[in-house]
C-alpha cells in the first residue's frame, strides 16, 4: 500500500454514559478486495473521535461499521466484532433501522429532504411515532442543539433547499438529533463549506459531545486537533495497492456500485495501534 497514516483522537468521558463502542479485529472486504484489516480500538462515551488520515486509507468504511451502512453498498463483508454498550450491532436479533436511530449520521454534503425545514427535522420523529402534539418541542430542541434555532425560529416553513450550505448541513444534523441519538457520525461535514460555516459546524460539534458521542472523519489533522480530541492514534500498513486486473468498477473505488461516486470507496487495508505517551 501507499505510504500514509490514519488517526483516531479521542477526548476523554465517563464510561458509565451510553453510546461506548469497542472494535474487536473488524475487517471489512468488498468481494475480495479487503478495505479495513484488524482494527481493534475504543470510543469512549460523550466524547469526540476524529478520524483522520488521506483520501482513500479507509476512514469512511470504518465509519460506516458503526451503524452497518456499509450493507447498503452490496457484496460487503465485515468481520470481527463492533459492540455498542456492550451488545454486537451485527448480532442477529439487531434491526438495522433501529440501530440508525440510535447511532445517526451527517454525510459529506449537505442533503437535505425536498421539504420545509421543520418537515425535515420532524421527519425522524413522526416514523417513530412521536405525537403531533409534541413535534413543535422536538423541532426546536433539535435545531437549538444544532445552533439553528436563532437563524431559522421564525420560518421553520421555508424550504431547506433556500439556505445557505452551512444552515442545510446543520439542518441535517438537527435532523438527525431529532431521534435523541446515543451516537453521531460525521463523515466530512464541513469539507463543502466556507470558513465561516466550516467554524459554525465546529463549534457545534464542541457543544454536542457533551450529550452525544460523536465521531468525525477529517482529513486533515488541524480540522481534527480543533476540536480537541487526544489519545488513540493508528497507522496504515505498507506496500502497493492491490487493483483487480482489467476491471474499470476497480479503478474508480473497490466494488463501487453502479452509479457510486462516493471518492471514500478507494479503499487500502489499514490496523491500528496506540501510539505510547512519552514519560514527563
Known sequence: ?????????????????????????V????????????????????????????????????LRCLNRMNEELGDVHVGGRVVLDGVDIYGRSVDPVELRMRVGQVFQRPNPF?????????????????RRGDLDD???????????????????????FELSGGQQQRVCIARALATNPDVLLMDEPASALDPISTQQIEDTIAELKQCVTIVIVTQHA???????????????????????????????????????????????????????????
Open 1 to 25: 500500500m501507499v505510504n500514509g497514516t490514519i488517526s483516531a483522537a479521542v477526548d476523554s468521558a465517563s464510561v458509565e454514559c451510553g453510546g461506548a463502542f469497542r472494535l474487536e479485529d
Open 27 to 62: 475487517s471489512v472486504t468488498y468481494g475480495r478486495e479487503t478495505a479495513l484489516a484488524g482494527v481493534t480500538m475504543d470510543i469512549h462515551p460523550r466524547s469526540v473521535t476524529a478520524l483522520i488520515g488521506p483520501s482513500g486509507c479507509g476512514k469512511s468504511t470504518l
Open 138 to 160: 422536538v423541532v426546536e430542541e433539535s435545531l437549538r442543539r444544532a445552533a439553528l434555532w436563532d437563524e431559522v425560529g421564525a420560518r421553520l416553513k421555508k424550504h431547506a
Open 114 to 130: 425536498p421539504m420545509s425545514i421543520y418537515d425535515n427535522v420532524a421527519y425522524g420523529p413522526r416514523t417513530k411515532g412521536v
Open 222 to 280: 488541524a480540522g481534527g486537533t480543533r476540536l480537541r480530541p487526544h489519545g488513540l492514534h493508528a497507522a496504515r500498513e505498507h506496500g502497493p495497492p492491490r487493483r483487480a486486473r482489467g476491471s474499470r468498477r476497480h479503478e474508480r473505488g473497490l466494488h463501487q456500485p453502479k452509479g457510486h461516486t462516493d471518492r471514500e470507496l478507494r479503499h487500502r487495508p489499514i490496523r491500528v495501534v496506540r501510539r505510547r505517551r512519552h514519560a514527563a
